[in-house]
């Protein structure tokens, strides 16, 4: 192997991380001129919508443009390149050989090194990303109104967040090498069985055991909101068996409403803060900027209406079938490529180390970077394909009027710019746009007319 196939490797991964951050800058830039020129009101929201509000989501999503912007540049081109130039990468297996050898363990055990290694560069990467996750949280959201957090609340949940994910990535990366080392040549088969597993494990584990870690998860009281939904779940047949409010308000005012679980025991989760004046029968509790705010049970049963035609149209199953076929493509590409000694060389190896963790890494994260990007892409397409069927679903329950309301009262409540750049929307939005979806109500509403 001549070192000319590494450098060759190598300027071709730089290249290919300029091009794909240059593209999303150019992207994000079409918007940034968006939030800059977009000075009126859409027609279709004046009712709804006041000036000032108006201004005050153009302002937010500006912010946000512009920091996304400047972080891609810092992070995703400058400090990547430099960090792929030095050889990073080699750099932590070696410290990780070290730390082995320190401890007087056996550090030509490869999953043992690989274990340290993932330790090692997820310090880096938390330390790394720190400083953008402060100014987004502290200043940018807490300039408009967002953020709740205090500074022990966020230095406490970034070391609970840091030693889950120790747990969780520890004992996985210890069964991939194993997988690899003692699959033969169909090791990639085992490994997309193995990560499948896991990954329906976690999905029915994670927001039962992990997820209240980090936030509080009360049942929802007894009243006409809950009786609303178990009666809507029941009609649906949906096998609804908890439902829950979490007190999301204490990161943040952003909203939300989720269901989770498989099989025939399904949980549905509320944000405090999709529920009007946080669900609080006594609206003195709230500070000012949040009296007001939320939906009326009317409004939160038809977001539920959409969530659960979700459910009834398969659209979850088809996702993980999707995402499933797609892993095992990439697994089906890391066993053929993975033993090519110059992208281990390239990363700053010596000729003859190729860690396997290391080629998982380069063959995932790089050499697969176009078809993550084409398939980024087809799924964002699909995601409004069902979002748009899951507001026709919530239509056809009765929820027209409701629904609307409440994509309206959502988007005013976090700042939702109405507003796109075409290419920008195409590109980025798994929903269509608040507009796109108060259209296409007002289409099932004309057409349900005419029949």
């Not at 991380?17 to 918007?31: F, K």
């Not at 400083?131 to 070391?159: M, R």
Request: charged letters at 20%.
């Amino acid at each position: 192997m001549s070192s000319i196939e590494a450098d060759t490797v190598l300027y071709s991964i730089l290249a290919l991380v300029i091009i794909e951050n240059a593209v999303e800058i150019y992207i994000s830039l079409r918007q940034v001129k968006v939030y800059r020129n977009a000075l009126k009101v859409p027609e279709e929201l004046t009712s709804h919508m006041s000036e000032e509000t108006f201004h005050k989501a153009r302002r937010y999503g500006l912010d946000q443009e512009t920091f996304g912007i400047f972080k891609a540049v810092l992070m995703d081109v400058l400090l990547l390149c430099l960090e792929l130039n030095v050889g990073l990468i080699a750099v932590i297996w070696k410290m990780s050989v070290d730390v082995l050898d320190k401890l007087e363990w056996d550090a030509s055990n490869e999953i043992l090194v690989s274990c340290v290694f993932v330790v090692i560069s997820n310090v880096f990467s938390t330390f790394k990303s720190l400083p953008f996750k402060i100014y987004k949280i502290f200043v940018l959201e807490e300039k408009h109104g967002f953020n709740k957090q205090t500074a022990g609340f966020f230095v406490w949940d970034q070391v609970k967040g840091f030693l889950v994910t120790q747990v969780l990535m520890i004992p996985i990366t210890a069964a991939l090498i194993f997988i690899v080392q003692i699959g033969g040549d169909n090791f990639f088969i085992w490994l997309w069985l193995f990560t499948g597993t896991v990954s329906l494990l976690l999905l029915t584990l994670y927001p039962i055991f992990i997820a209240p870690l980090f936030d509080t998860y009360t049942p929802l009281e007894q009243g006409p909101l809950r009786q609303s939904i178990e009666d809507l779940a029941a009609s649906l047949k949906f096998p609804l068996t908890k439902l829950f409010v979490v007190d999301g308000s204490k990161r943040s005012s952003h909203s939300n409403a989720y269901f989770y679980g498989l099989w025939n025991s399904k949980r549905i989760v509320l944000f405090d803060t999709l529920l009007l004046n946080k669900g609080k029968p006594d609206a003195s509790e709230l500070s000012d900027d949040e009296k007001g705010k939320g939906c009326t049970n009317e409004e939160v049963l038809a977001v539920l209406g959409h969530e659960l035609g979700h459910w009834k149209l398969g659209h979850v199953t088809k996702n993980i079938i999707i995402m499933q076929v797609h892993l095992f493509l990439m697994f089906l590409v890391f066993g053929y490529l993975f033993s090519y000694a110059p992208f281990y060389v390239a990363m700053g190896f010596e000729p003859g180390t190729r860690p396997i963790l290391v080629g998982l890494l380069v063959v995932f994260t790089y050499v697969l970077a176009p078809y993550n990007a084409i398939i980024n892409f087809a799924m964002t397409i699909l995601s409004r394909l069902f979002e748009y069927q899951a507001d026709e679903f919530a239509f056809k329950l009765g929820f027209a009027e409701q629904l609307g309301r409440a994509l309206i009262k959502l988007n005013l409540d976090n700042l939702g710019f109405p507003v796109y750049d075409w290419l920008y929307s195409t590109w980025n939005h798994s929903h269509p746009t608040l507009l796109q979806r108060l259209n296409r109500l007002q289409e099932l509403k004309e057409s349900k007319k005419l029949n």
